[in-house]
């Protein structure tokens, strides 16, 4: 450490102890919301809403069950004359004067949701890497004014065009789409990708793909063969950037999707309404909704700390 | 193998001209090197020859055949970079074996002809490495046998040694040139190092702002320059120039410089009264207390076995090339004698070099 040119301070044992012990304190407060959802969600309706709020309470799956059935209230002689429950779910339903009608809409909205997430990435990071090698390899007319006028799409708030979109997708039928969703996301993320991705594709040396050019391969087999493999970690890192915009999205989803194609941020606030505040039903919903990407983040944290770092760490 | 004919190649960026209408043949089986500083257009050429640039105008001929507006795969010709571009992705055998897939090559023949280039690079004990961790020498060996592999028209290479520390580059250009005869395939090679040039080639182009100032075998061009740029750039320390004025007749055989006059190989040309520079090799100077060229010791660079001593002459510093034990105190005064057999003379004012002598029977260069 002492040998390099520029010689780097190092941090004594105690900035450190500090430095950590702010890092933890950070972690935890941050934590807290998350921590509360899981707990809650694991509460029996009445632990709840108590107060004072139990952090010591008996675990109950009474949240979950709620979460993926639809209930219906019936007299206590009705229920009296039913077989033996044969689930949890139904047992805890008839407890409190309910039987299990069906299941809720919350899995179709959660399907929903992975296959726009997972399709508006795929096609933002597809079109990106498509796009980013060009701007990076070839000499685009107006290229700078180009990737200015992409990355301005960026600079207002995308619920400024809230209106004119709904009132497009209307006359378009693709209002409640995934078809419309998807696109809606494509777009939006787009841009953020070409301009991750130039960078990562600027650093790969031109000299790969001349090489497999000599070698006898078209330039799109060397982009395949030689250019993405390169790349992986840049499309990892903006994969994981677009999906969790698309997946946490809820103000456009909720204007332009109400039924078939609904995605799970604006259904789960509705889950408050069936039957009183269901509260572990909702934080349930919450928590299943966390773990997708929640695997995905820590799937890709490697390539996630590159793109967040990117630039600022030479190699 | 094949015969490269470049003629009246021009390349244009933009306003800025990097090569000005180069004609020069390869000839089948022969090393030719390109040699120039960084930024004369050499790196330029080598990629127009390999398809990776297109001429602004002019021509390529690959044995004959016009291939100037070809794409790069269409050539068959192989390309060493200088940073060797190994797909780091790839080992070394998938590496050697990658222009062979591009073929449609069926998987046996491909890892037989790999091995057997492995083989003759002495690598294969390196087949199933990653790239990543091979060191500079055997990187370079990786990819000359990726371009080997494919027994193309010829081989195109761009600086490889550049990045090599000096020890290994000796054994490198050792190896390179082996190769090349035991192989015999066309090759053009691009560096700005005088002596890897010298060393391996057998016709060298040197080149000075997108012109080629000489082309011809390394002798030709150390003993005969055609230009100031060519004498100065060759040779370490390069050839000196002691200045002077006169117009020249044919047949003289006998110039002036500060007053001595000095024997000239026969000059073939006229030339008006102009200011000229004699060129002369350290190793054709002398010690000589009757010469009327003089000037006092300046210092002394000792090499082993011989040592370069640094005359100070009313026209600057001189060097001339002595055996290493003679003892020469600073500021000592020295006559140097001139070898005149071994003379070229310049007009200063084109860099050309005025014919003479030691051009008969040579090569024309202009």
New interface residues.
């Given amino acids: 450490m002492s040998a390099t040119a520029h010689s780097v301070v190092e941090p004594s044992k105690v900035s450190r102890r500090i430095a950590g012990s702010v890092v933890v304190v950070y972690a935890l407060v941050s934590m807290i919301p998350l921590f509360w959802i899981l707990a809650t969600s694991f509460k029996t309706p009445p632990d709840s809403i108590s107060y004072p709020p139990k952090v010591i309470f008996t675990p109950s799956i009474e949240g979950y069950c709620n979460l993926f059935t639809t209930r219906t209230r019936q007299t206590a002689e009705y229920i009296a004359s039913l077989p033996p429950a044969e689930t949890f779910c139904d047992e805890t339903t008839r407890k409190r004067n309910m039987v299990i009608a069906g299941q809720s809409n919350f899995l179709p909205r959660f399907v929903n949701s992975l296959i726009i997430a997972f399709g508006s990435t795929f096609c933002a990071v597809f079109l990106g890497t498509l796009a980013a090698y060009g701007f990076s390899r070839f000499k685009v007319p107006l290229a700078d004014d180009l990737l200015f006028f992409i990355l301005s799409t960026r600079m207002m708030p995308p619920i400024a065009v809230a209106i004119p979109i709904y009132l497009m997708y209307r006359e378009l039928g693709l209002s409640d789409t995934a078809l419309g969703m998807i696109l809606l996301y494509t777009a939006v993320n787009v841009s953020l990708a070409v301009w991750l991705l130039k960078g990562f594709i600027d650093e790969i040396p031109r000299e790969y793909e001349e090489a497999a050019m000599i070698d006898g391969y078209t330039r799109m087999q060397s982009f395949f063969k030689v250019v993405l493999p390169q790349a992986t970690t840049g499309i990892a890192a903006t994969a994981i950037f677009c999906l969790i915009f698309a997946w946490n999205e809820y103000a456009f989803a909720s204007l332009l999707t109400s039924g078939t194609a609904q995605t799970a941020p604006p259904f789960i606030p509705t889950i408050i309404g069936e039957g009183g505040q269901d509260w572990p039903a909702v934080a349930a919903g919450t928590t299943v909704f966390l773990v997708p990407i929640l695997v995905f983040t820590i799937l890709l944290r490697k390539q996630l700390l590159r793109g967040i770092t990117f630039g600022a760490v030479r190699k | 193998m094949a015969e490269i004919r470049v003629e009246n190649l021009r390349k244009e960026f933009g306003s800025f001209v990097a090569v000005q209408n180069s004609t020069f043949t390869v000839e089948d089986g022969e090393f030719f090197v390109m040699l120039g500083p960084s930024g004369c257009g050499k790196t330029t050429t080598l990629r127009m020859i ?3 640039e297109l001429p602004t105008s002019g021509q390529i001929l690959l044995d004959g055949e016009d291939v100037s507006m070809r ?3 269409e ?1 068959d ?3 060493v ?1 200088q ?1 060797f ?1 190994l ?3 790839m080992n070394v055998r998938k590496n050697i074996g ?2 062979l897939l ?2 449609g090559m069926p998987r046996a023949e491909i890892k037989e002809r790999v091995e057997e280039t492995a083989k003759l690079l002495r690598i294969d004990h390196l087949l199933d490495k990653p790239v990543s961790g091979l060191a500079g020498g055997d990187r370079q060996r990786v990819a000359l046998g ?1 371009a080997i592999v ?1 027994r193309p028209k010829c081989f195109l290479m761009d600086e490889p040694l550049g990045t090599l520390d000096t020890e290994f580059r000796d054994l490198m250009v050792h190896e390179l040139r082996e190769l090349h005869n035991r192989i015999h395939a066309t090759t053009v090679y691009v560096t700005h190092d005088q002596m890897e040039a010298m060393s391996m080639a057998d016709k060298i182009a040197v080149m000075s702002n997108g012109l080629i100032e000489q082309f011809g075998t390394p002798q030709e061009i150390y003993d005969r320059p055609a230009s100031m740029f060519v004498a100065d750039f060759i040779g370490s320390p390069p050839m000196n120039f002691l200045s002077f004025k006169s117009g020249l007749a044919r047949g003289a055989r006998e110039v002036t410089v500060q007053g001595a006059g000095v024997e000239v190989p026969e000059i073939r040309e006229d030339m008006a009264p102009a200011e000229m520079a004699l060129g002369i090799r350290p190793e054709h100077i002398r010690f000589d207390e009757n010469s009327k060229l003089r000037g006092s010791v300046y210092g002394t660079e000792y090499l082993g076995t011989t040592q370069i001593v640094a005359v100070e002459t009313a026209d600057g510093m001189i060097k001339a090339r002595v055996p290493a034990d003679m003892r020469l105190a600073m500021g000592e005064p020295v006559g140097l004698a001139l070898n005149g057999a071994r003379l070229s003379i310049f007009d200063k004012a084109s860099g050309r070099v005025v014919r003479s002598s030691i051009h008969d029977g040579g090569q024309q260069h202009g």
């Fill in positions: 390999a398809g990776l794409r790069a795969r050539r010709i192989a390309f970079f940073l571009a797909y780091p992705h990658f222009p591009a073929q990726r494919r």
